[in-house]
């Protein structure tokens, strides 16, 4: 190949010479024996075309070898290339394709090279398509157009077994037959049989490379075909296994084939594609069939969670996850599930405390806790571990909690029955005998409950008089554990909630330094000095619950050592006020009985009645009320504990198991036990009365502040929007009652703190 480049070449001439090439080129992709382009042929190649695109007019030939150029590959495609393929089918077919594509790109590189000329100046001045473009179109065009065939015809005759197909392709008008090929391909493989990823794999890589840097050509011509192949497929898997399958065993072959199809993608599919198919199966194979899968009968989501298959749950989670909405319904259906056990639980504790068998001092309250933890425990777990503590869940097992933690349960509060099974926890000699870490465990399980109850200023009450009891009669276990659910409660709470709790804990501290200065107060003051063993415990009015005070007219010898605290109290405070509750009192007094002495443990009340036996042999029942200045309900309950009880130390005349104003008593001489002390309990009272109209009346005190706080910055509001903002601020304690909320509203009113607009009476007005 020479050519005088110094002359004009003429456009035939040129061109010609330039054939010579181009058929060399031709054969080389054909497989022909043909050696390959020297570094001086294409030179040669490559100066013609420039020569004859830097020639003056009208002999510059730009326009005409940019039109043969693309002219080469139309001839090329159409001679030898679709020939060939019209000859293979199936699996050949495909072969026959990446091969000519291959081919195809090679001729576009050398031929590009050749006229490279044009892509420098030419085409950028002219703003056309670059060469390789133009190459890569014109494959694009003749071949994909060439094997665009009716949808229903290729079906018939290329995949006549997989007459399935007919129904989704006859809303398509055209589509590739070698497209047809491919998901043939992908659906033997689906079905079990081995086909060629490596081959699959570089056809879809013709889509995507044809549309050079484009996925439009992907998306629109191959993906939207796989797409819907694979819901077709699918659809018609789930109709069978929906009917064959349990639940566990369809969700294993879910799982498996998104698993499947992931690899499908990561083998041979574009990576954009992989959301998009992944979407296609869960549609088909479980948002479809969601309620059918979910609700079956033998083997549903709701026997799942009975068996408790932990697994099987953890599968479903990660199946309907990644599906809109897909959680929704099996949350509900975990509430409802956590519902129905917690109702059986309350159920349980009902029938167990109508059932006089069952009557052991409370034994089936404690019982029922221990059993709501041990629920909550469970499904907690669930949450965690099997649902990935996913807010649905979460939300599901608190709403669930919160349906029957607030039923009553035999009478009693569940408010009330988390403050007596901590009390059973921390007092000395309860039920609950339990580790260091156990109790710390057990404490913060019963704080997370308290979440659930809405009436938690009912449980604070509760706990605080328990409590009382604790620290006062010294009950209380282990004081580091008192602090820890106090400060358990503060985290969850708020420090409002345990101020008072905290209050007494501190006073008990304070007090047991002040019996220490009272101790050497009396160590200096030796005329002061009582003759016995004396201590007192000052408490903070506003920390403890109140308590009934009344003007007991106490023995001598008690009269002395009240005067002697009193002196020294006002040694160290002239501002404060001692108000005694002598029926927090304890007092340990001997007993001088026949057979033995017998130390007895008494309350202030009992030993102020055996005191007075001392100095009187009998006396009846006016005699003891007259000298002891105490109302009958008080006096009946001492009586029955010290006359009619386990421990009868006075006599009573009758010998009824009831006291009445008519009895008398003396001292039972006679009286003696294995021990060689003993406590003497009073019978018990029921407090939960006088709680209630305690929490009754704070609740009060608590809508007027809250009605207060929002009149006073907002000045002006509406009926229905004040009681909403009022339920708000208050339901972090408990939830108040409309009729309450409008009682409180009048009595504002009437008291000047609110008024009604005058011309619209659901509006009112803070008056400042």
């Known amino acids: 190949m020479t050519m005088n480049q110094m002359k004009t070449i003429e456009l035939d001439e040129g061109w010609n010479f330039m054939q010579t090439g181009i058929i060399k080129l031709k054969r080389i992709l054909e497989g022909n024996q043909e050696a390959q382009f020297s570094s001086e042929e294409y030179m040669m190649l490559y100066t013609t075309i420039y020569n004859m695109c830097t020639q003056k007019a009208p002999h510059d030939f730009s326009q005409q070898l940019y039109d043969k150029y693309k002219q080469s590959f139309d001839d090329y495609i159409s001679s030898m290339v679709v020939p060939s393929l019209r000859e293979k089918h199936d699996e050949f077919m495909l072969r026959e394709l990446v091969k000519r594509w291959t081919n195809h790109k090679v001729m576009v590189r050398w031929l590009s090279r050749f006229f490279h000329y044009l892509?420098?100046?030419?085409?950028?001045?002219?703003?056309?398509?670059?060469?390789?473009?133009?190459?890569?179109?014109?494959?694009?065009?003749?071949?994909?157009?060439?094997?665009?065939?009716?949808?229903?015809?290729?079906?018939?005759?290329?995949?006549?077994?997989?007459?399935?197909?007919?129904?989704?392709?006859?809303?398509?008008?055209?589509?590739?037959?070698?497209?047809?090929?491919?998901?043939?391909?992908?659906?033997?493989?689906?079905?079990?049989?081995?086909?060629?990823?490596?081959?699959?794999?570089?056809?879809?890589?013709?889509?995507?490379?044809?549309?050079?840097?484009?996925?439009?050509?992907?998306?629109?011509?191959?993906?939207?075909?796989?797409?819907?192949?694979?819901?077709?497929?699918?659809?018609?898997?789930?109709?069978?296994?929906?009917?064959?399958?349990?639940?566990?065993?369809?969700?294993?072959?879910?799982?498996?084939?998104?698993?499947?199809?992931?690899?499908?993608?990561?083998?041979?599919?574009?990576?954009?594609?992989?959301?998009?198919?992944?979407?296609?199966?869960?549609?088909?194979?479980?948002?479809?069939?969601?309620?059918?899968?979910?609700?079956?009968?033998?083997?549903?989501?709701?026997?799942?969670?009975?068996?408790?298959?932990?697994?099987?749950?953890?599968?479903?989670?990660?199946?309907?996850?990644?599906?809109?909405?897909?959680?929704?319904?099996?949350?509900?259906?975990?509430?409802?599930?956590?519902?129905?056990?917690g109702k059986i639980l309350v159920q349980q504790a009902e029938d167990a405390a109508t059932n006089k068998a069952e009557k052991a001092g409370g034994a089936h309250e404690q019982t029922f806790v221990r059993k709501v933890i041990e629920l909550?425990?469970?499904?907690?777990?669930?949450?965690?571990?099997?649902?990935?503590?996913?807010?649905?869940?979460?939300?599901?097992?608190?709403?669930?909690?919160?349906?029957?933690?607030?039923?009553?349960?035999?009478?009693?509060?569940?408010?009330?029955?988390?403050?007596?099974?901590?009390?059973?926890?921390?007092?000395?000699?309860?039920?609950?005998?339990?580790?260091?870490?156990?109790?710390?465990?057990?404490?913060?399980?019963?704080?997370?409950?308290?979440?659930?109850?809405?009436?938690?200023?009912?449980?604070?009450?509760?706990?605080?008089?328990?409590?009382?009891?604790?620290?006062?009669?010294?009950?209380?276990?282990?004081?580091?554990?008192?602090?820890?659910?106090?400060?358990?409660?503060?985290?969850?709470?708020?420090?409002?909630?345990?101020?008072?709790?905290?209050?007494?804990?501190?006073?008990?501290?304070?007090?047991?330094?002040?019996?220490?200065?009272?101790?050497?107060?009396?160590?200096?003051?030796?005329?002061?000095?009582?003759?016995?063993?004396?201590?007192?415990?000052?408490?903070?009015?506003?920390?403890?619950?109140?308590?009934?005070?009344?003007?007991?007219s106490l023995p001598a010898e008690m009269v002395k050592c009240v005067q002697v605290f009193k002196d020294f109290y006002q040694t160290r405070t002239k501002h404060r006020k001692l108000t005694w509750i002598y029926s927090l009192g304890t007092c340990h007094i001997n007993g001088k009985f026949e057979q033995k002495t017998i130390e007895l443990i008494l309350g202030t009340y009992q030993a102020a009645v055996l005191l007075l036996f001392n100095s009187s042999d009998k006396l009846s029942y006016s005699d003891i009320k007259t000298q002891l200045n105490l109302a009958d309900e008080d006096l009946v309950r001492l009586l029955q504990s010290l006359a009619c009880a386990k421990y009868k130390i006075l006599i009573k005349e009758p010998n009824t198991k009831s006291v009445s104003t008519n009895d008398s008593f003396t001292f039972n001489s006679k009286f003696t036990d294995k021990m060689r002390r003993i406590r003497v309990p009073l019978p018990p009272v029921d407090e939960r009365k006088k709680v209630v109209e305690d929490v009754d009346k704070d609740r009060r005190y608590a809508i007027d502040a809250a009605i207060v706080r929002i009149m006073k910055s907002r000045k002006v509001l509406g009926h229905q929007q004040l009681v909403m903002e009022c339920v708000e601020q208050l339901s972090k304690m408990f939830k108040p009652d409309f009729k309450a909320i409008k009682k409180r509203m009048e009595d504002l009113i009437t008291r000047d703190y609110l008024e009604r607009d005058k011309e619209n009476p659901n509006v009112f007005r803070y008056l400042a």
Request: hydrophobic share 40%; proline share 2%.
């Open 119 to 341: 892509d420098r100046y030419f085409i950028a001045r002219r703003s056309l398509p670059p060469l390789k473009e133009v190459g890569l179109v014109c494959f694009r065009d003749l071949v994909y157009q060439e094997f665009k065939v009716n949808a229903r015809d290729a079906v018939i005759t290329q995949a006549r077994h997989f007459l399935f197909w007919c129904a989704y392709f006859s809303c398509i008008d055209v589509v590739p037959r070698f497209i047809l090929i491919v998901l043939r391909q992908i659906d033997q493989e689906r079905e079990g049989q081995l086909i060629d990823r490596a081959l699959l794999k570089n056809v879809v890589d013709i889509f995507v490379e044809i549309g050079m840097e484009q996925m439009d050509f992907y998306q629109n011509d191959f993906e939207d075909a796989v797409l819907n192949d694979t819901a077709a497929y699918y659809s018609r898997k789930a109709s069978n296994w929906i009917v064959e399958d349990s639940c566990p065993e369809y969700m294993l072959k879910v799982e498996e084939c998104l698993k499947k199809e992931k690899e499908r993608v990561s083998h041979y599919l574009h990576s954009s594609s992989e959301t998009k198919l992944l979407e296609k199966v869960q549609n088909e194979l479980l948002v479809v069939n969601t309620n059918q899968l979910l609700e079956k009968e033998h083997s549903g989501c709701r026997v799942l969670l009975r068996d408790e298959k932990v697994e099987d749950l953890s599968r479903m989670y990660r199946l309907f996850h990644k599906i809109p909405k897909g959680l929704e319904h099996v949350a509900n259906m975990f509430k409802q599930h956590v519902t129905s056990e």
């Open 376 to 552: 909550h425990d469970k499904y907690f777990e669930y949450v965690t571990d099997c649902f990935s503590n996913n807010t649905l869940f979460h939300k599901a097992l608190k709403e669930a909690f919160e349906v029957f933690c607030n039923k009553t349960v035999a009478g009693s509060s569940s408010a009330e029955l988390l403050a007596s099974f901590c009390d059973d926890v921390l007092k000395k000699g309860g039920s609950e005998k339990l580790s260091e870490e156990a109790i710390e465990e057990t404490l913060d399980k019963v704080v997370k409950l308290l979440v659930y109850i809405s009436d938690k200023d009912l449980f604070a009450e509760f706990y605080r008089k328990k409590l009382s009891r604790r620290l006062l009669f010294d009950k209380s276990a282990n004081d580091d554990h008192e602090r820890v659910i106090l400060t358990k409660l503060k985290q969850q709470c708020g420090g409002q909630f345990t101020s008072k709790m905290e209050g007494m804990v501190t006073d008990l501290t304070l007090a047991k330094d002040q019996n220490s200065h009272f101790q050497e107060y009396l160590s200096q003051n030796q005329a002061a000095n009582p003759g016995m063993e004396f201590t007192v415990t000052v408490l903070t009015t506003g920390f403890w619950p109140s308590y009934k005070s009344s003007d007991l």
